[in-house]
């Protein structure tokens, strides 16, 4: 990732170091100060001491628990993505090829599908256990889950979504030593231990048994209950163990799944090293400052890999989209915001390239993409690719014309690099751009910008969001705060539309219109709040009340014994 870009503007990482090393100056003024002040005062100087080692493995344990986290998220995430692909996905596609590139591409072990007839795909593939497993546990038929399958691995299940029911299930398996590896990564020196629980259990999952001292089973659920009483928060407890020695236990829990991180390590961790060079002040003071400066830059290295990892894009090594949001906030505040603008770009049809390529060059494609906006921008200008086929550019033009031209000549600029490799083949874009004057903040300009590029029309369009868009989004907005409260008032009225036979000339059948009437607003047509309902899916409410509202119009009239109209029935419709 090009660090220059930007225009040397610090962001808001660079801020967040500037404290972590203001931190760390301040810790190395403490230490000597409270040396230079005497050795007399142990108390206090133990109590700093276990101040310091709370800190440590409480970071060093959030960081195994965010690592463990992040590795069943993507697991996760991508099980799911394969199951809905297989969803609609011909048959015949579904290769051992495809399994073992997928499988490969996400760091598994293997990939299975398994149908509820007992069969599976690779079958040769299957482990001897995964078949018992999955039917001891029915809840693998109905719901994406993270498993842990004892003395086997680590188990992602996602069902096959499929309409009345799920007859398939995709299970992502990965060898539970990768996980192994992220929790004995926390270095306590051998004097702690790190141990991954499961919390509706309390069974220890994996454990590092390099500690000095015995953790029993025991001991880890009282430490889990305590944490399960004070509500689940990320804590440092310190605590007696049998043997009497006082250690320090943080618990953390591993998000999207149902585990906790434990780290336990003895309160006076540093204290033990002290003590071994405590006949010589002067070998005590440059100890100290030596561990100190050693925790310092562990936790400096720390903070800046994860503060890179937070902000980069795994796929082009260029900003993520939260790189690129604090960055682009950066850049903005200190310039005018008149001349800056965020474009939104979509590549069309992306997901033909992926089933036709494959995902390879699929992502072959996504990086040439983000290559050619970087080289259509600047260095005091940003490009990301935020997800998918999606990018975000934030440019530093202060006219609409100039920014359309722009964007034009990188998408030809693409396209002509196509054509030599590809003929008569190009990507097409939906392009919205917001200026930073109609936002409030980026991440405000990014949405907008992608309401903007959801204008339709052709492709390679750029639609620039205005009072115009601003103004249908507000009227959508009040259009659906309103719904509900019309369906509960009857602000929706079934207007009856005759349908006349032409053999006898007289009306045989007609067709319920729908018409909003609401009190404040007045007429509301269906030209309006139909294509809204359709698309946020509350039509489907609508069509019910409709049905609804004519079978209560037809059993009134044949209550009152009113005779039909010469109508044959009812057809509700919106029209």
Not at 186 to 206: F, H, K, P, W
Not at 247 to 276: E, G, H, N, Y
Request: some cysteine; charged content about 25%; aromatic content about 10%.
């Amino acid at each position: 990732m090009d660090k220059k870009r930007g225009g040397g503007v610090l962001g808001s990482m660079e801020a967040k170091r500037r404290k972590s090393y203001q931190f760390a100056a301040g810790i190395i003024l403490l230490a000597m100060l409270g040396l230079v002040v005497g050795l007399g005062n142990t108390v206090s100087f133990e109590r700093m001491m276990t101040q310091v080692v709370e800190r440590y493995v409480a970071e060093n344990n959030h960081q195994v628990a965010g690592q463990i986290s992040s590795r069943m998220k993507a697991g996760r995430e991508f099980v799911i993505d394969f199951a809905d692909t297989l969803s609609r996905m011909p048959g015949r596609l579904l290769t051992r090829d495809l399994i073992h590139r997928k499988a490969a591409a996400m760091g598994l072990n293997s990939l299975e599908v398994l149908s509820k007839d007992g069969s599976s795909f690779p079958e040769e593939e299957c482990p001897a256990y995964l078949e018992a497993w999955a039917k001891e546990t029915p809840v693998l038929w109905e719901t994406p889950e993270v498993s842990y399958v004892a003395d086997q691995s680590i188990v992602f299940s996602a069902p096959v979504p499929l309409t009345g029911g799920a007859d398939r299930v995709v299970f992502g398996i990965q060898d539970y030593a990768d996980i192994r590896s992220l929790v004995l990564r926390a270095d306590y020196q051998n004097q702690g231990c790190s141990v991954l629980m499961d919390v509706s259990t309390g069974e220890r999952l994996i454990s590092d048994e390099r500690a000095v001292f015995p953790i029993d089973d025991q001991m880890l659920k009282e430490f889990l209950e305590q944490w399960k009483k004070d509500g689940a928060k990320d804590a440092v407890y310190q605590k007696l163990l049998p043997s009497q020695e006082s250690v320090l236990v943080s618990v953390c829990a591993v998000k999207d799944t149902d585990w906790a991180q434990m780290a336990i390590i003895p309160s006076d961790f540093l204290l033990m090293q002290i003590r071994q060079h405590m006949t010589v002040y002067a070998a005590i003071i440059v100890f100290i400052l030596i561990l100190f400066m050693f925790l310092i830059w562990h936790l400096v290295q720390e903070n800046r890999r994860w503060e890179t990892v937070s902000v980069t894009e795994p796929l082009t090594g260029g900003w993520s989209r939260e790189g690129f949001i604090q960055n682009g906030k950066t850049a903005v505040e200190g310039g005018n915001p008149c001349s800056w603008a965020v474009v939104y770009l979509n590549i069309m049809g992306f997901r033909c390239i992926n089933e036709s390529w494959g995902e390879e060059d699929g992502n072959r494609t996504l990086q040439f993409v983000y290559k050619m906006f970087v080289e259509g921008t600047n260095r005091q200008e940003l490009v990301s690719r935020s997800s998918m086929d999606h990018f975000f550019l934030l440019l530093n033009e202060a006219e609409d014309e100039v920014i359309r031209r722009r964007v034009h000549d990188m998408i030809d600029h693409i396209n002509q690099h196509i054509r030599q490799k590809f003929k008569d083949y190009s990507i097409t874009f939906a392009i919205g751009v917001c200026r930073m004057d109609m936002a409030d903040c980026i991440s405000t300009a990014m949405s907008k910008a992608i309401h903007a590029s959801k204008l339709g029309g052709p492709g390679n369009v750029c639609h620039f969001y205005d009072e115009t868009i601003a103004k249908l989004l507000d009227r959508e907005e009040r259009l659906n705060d309103l719904f509900e409260a019309s369906l509960r008032n009857h602000d929706f009225q079934i207007y009856l539309q005759p349908k006349v036979s032409p053999s006898g000339n007289r009306p045989c059948e007609a067709e319920a219109l729908v018409r909003w009437v609401h009190p404040q607003e007045g007429m509301i047509y269906p030209s309006e709040f139909i294509p809204l309902f359709e698309k946020n899916g509350k039509i489907c409410k609508l069509d019910l009340y409709m049905f609804e509202e004519v079978c209560r119009l037809e059993d009134r009239w044949i209550r009152e014994k009113r005779p039909f109209p010469g109508y044959r029935s009812i057809y509700p419709a919106f029209i």
